[in-house]
């Protein structure tokens, strides 16, 4: 499935959720200007807001990290998952290049590229928040649908 950049975020996210068989309820919320704000108006907890993160490879290519909402990535434990020695943090321009979202809607799902996804082991089991594709919408999964339907790698990688 091809999933155009000029096409609005959250309808990307819809189309992508859909075409892998996972339930998503997009809803619209407030401006938040931080996760806590945002974890207040949806009247969560921030672990249940699951922050995805584009990570950078030495090779140039990308990957997400699925990390609660309270918690940081790990370095060590994400360069020992994935394999490698250097990851980093994108500044926002690239992160925009590598997913067609800006910084507070990424989500894996509706990406302009399909990157490989590894989910914190504590999101499992849970019903979680994340980005919408678009700023002042929230994306509501089982974190378990979405493990499934990415693929994703399963490990412990936060602090």
């Known amino acids: 499935m091809t999933i155009l950049p000029e096409t609005p975020g959250r309808t990307r996210v819809a189309e992508d959720a859909a075409a892998r068989g996972i339930p998503i309820e997009i809803i ?18 921030p672990s249940a807001i699951v922050k995805s993160l584009v990570v950078k490879r030495h090779d140039g290519t990308f990957l997400f990290a699925l990390v609660p909402g309270d918690r940081q990535i790990s370095w060590a434990k994400l360069r ?6 250097k990851l980093q943090l994108p500044d926002a321009s690239v992160a925009l290049d590598a997913t067609g979202y800006e910084r507070g809607t990424i989500t894996p799902f509706g990406s302009t590229t399909a ?10 089991g849970q019903r ?12 509501w999964v089982e974190a378990d649908d979405l493990i499934r339907g990415f693929d994703a790698t399963l490990a412990d990688i936060s602090d």
Do not use: T
Request: a negative charge; proline letters at 4%; charged letters at 20%.
């Open 128 to 139: 979680v928040s994340m980005g919408a594709g678009e700023h002042g919408y929230s994306a």
């Open 28 to 45: 619209e919320r407030p401006a938040a200007r931080s996760l806590e704000e945002a974890a207040q108006l949806l009247g969560i907890d």
């Open 80 to 85: 020992a998952v994935v394999g490698v020695n």
């Open 115 to 124: 990157w490989p996804v590894f989910a914190d082991e504590r999101i499992a």
